[in-house]
């Protein structure tokens, strides 16, 4: 059974970090795509970053470029994403999502089948 697991979430204060981690069960990173998406109070979600497993390529929205990365560990079948200068309107919940790679790194929330609880991120000013 596919099943993500997302944690790390938790309070930091505007220019903080924090480290979200996406643990992966039930399938191999190799041959997906892994992505995180940003859902604030009251909005909609929105894809913000996105990894290859078979190569580690990436892609990241206007809002976080420069700010967060997302990184593989694929030999513990982790994703993760470090998440720097951190703002308030970072605040919400931070969900990471997985399909078949298909040499296309979306992020559209379509896209993706499998996914994970979230994690709740709140950035004080």
């Known amino acids: 059974e596919v099943q993500l697991q997302a944690s790390g979430g938790g309070l930091a204060q505007a220019g903080g970090s924090l480290k979200l981690s996406c643990a992966a069960s039930g399938f191999r990173l190799v041959g997906y795509a892994i992505g995180w998406f940003h859902q604030p109070p009251g909005k909609e979600r929105e894809g913000i970053a996105v990894i290859s497993g078979d190569d580690g390529t990436t892609r990241y929205a206007d809002s976080v470029k420069g700010r967060f990365t997302i990184s593989i560990d694929n030999a513990k079948k982790t994703v993760h994403l470090q998440m720097n200068s951190l703002q308030p309107e970072d605040t919400g919940v931070y969900y990471c999502?997985?399909?078949?790679?298909?040499?296309?790194?979306?992020?559209?929330?379509?896209?993706?089948?499998?996914w994970g609880q979230g994690t709740l991120v709140t950035v004080s000013s």
């Open positions: 999502a997985s399909d078949y790679y298909g040499g296309i790194l979306s992020l559209r929330e379509p896209f993706y089948k499998y």
